[in-house]
């Protein structure tokens, strides 16, 4: 297991469309965070799941998001009628919790969304 | 949530050190000082961490103030590889917090440009 992963890389999109965004963590991370990061600004937090259960949203993610965890393991978000706005790269992270080896955070390289 | 300043912008000769400061002067008792880095393209990366005691590890070391209101991450001999955004977090002791209690809250941090 080498990282976390996130597939696409890049997603050009026209405005209107829905995209949805894979993320591979660490297999035995059972802590998993969605970020977005818009140029020149730091990843700002959207979401998070304790293994299946998504436990809390932040006020950036609108209904037109929505990210699950069905078995615990991968996780995907989806954006529904994209806008302009949502253009950022999305970046998925993955952390052992207290029972788990290791520490921190560990980020994939990110999903860079371009609405069009 | 404790702040963190740090400035926008630093240069470093490739092979001198580079010594990054933050200043974290409202940071409370149980926090840590969490320092992550962000090369162009790819999602953040965990480098060291520390509660009061300096700390050290292959890649940095990490300086905390006695008070510990500031601190200083050294990168001993900067590569060109080292260019990057580097971030300083405070946060509480995230192997027992997830969400927004454990999540991690990014600023700007600071870019450094190792130069030949």
């Given at each position: 297991d080498t990282g976390v992963s996130q597939d696409p890389r890049h997603k050009i999109t026209k405005r209107g469309q829905n995209v949805t965004f894979r993320c591979d963590p660490i297999s035995e991370h059972n802590r998993l965070y969605w970020y977005r990061q818009t140029l020149g600004q730091g990843p700002e937090f959207l979401t998070y799941f304790q293994n299946e259960a998504q436990l809390e949203k932040s006020r950036l993610l609108s209904d037109r998001f929505s990210a699950e965890r069905p078995k615990g393991s991968f996780s995907t978000l989806e954006i529904q009628r994209t806008e302009q706005?949502?253009?950022?790269?999305?970046?998925?992270?993955?952390?052992?919790?207290?029972?788990?080896?290791?520490?921190?955070?560990t980020f994939g390289s990110?999903?860079?969304?371009?609405?069009v | 949530d404790a702040k963190t300043t740090q400035p926008p912008s630093m240069d470093c000769a490739e092979g001198r050190a580079a010594n990054l400061p933050c200043n974290h002067s409202t940071i409370s008792g149980n926090e840590y000082v969490y320092w992550y880095r962000q090369i162009h393209s790819q999602g953040p990366q965990y480098i060291i961490h520390g509660l009061k005691n300096n700390e050290t590890n292959e890649m940095a070391s990490l300086i905390i103030t006695e008070d510990r209101k500031s601190s200083t991450l050294i990168l001993p001999h900067a590569t060109l590889r080292d260019t990057a955004v580097y971030y300083c977090i405070v946060r509480v002791d995230l192997r027992d917090y997830g969400g927004s209690q454990g999540n991690l809250i990014f600023g700007k941090g600071t870019k450094l440009s190792v130069k030949p």
């Open positions: 706005g949502d253009s950022a790269m999305y970046l998925c992270a993955s952390s052992p919790g207290r029972t788990g080896r290791g520490y921190g955070y990110g999903t860079r969304l371009t609405v | -």
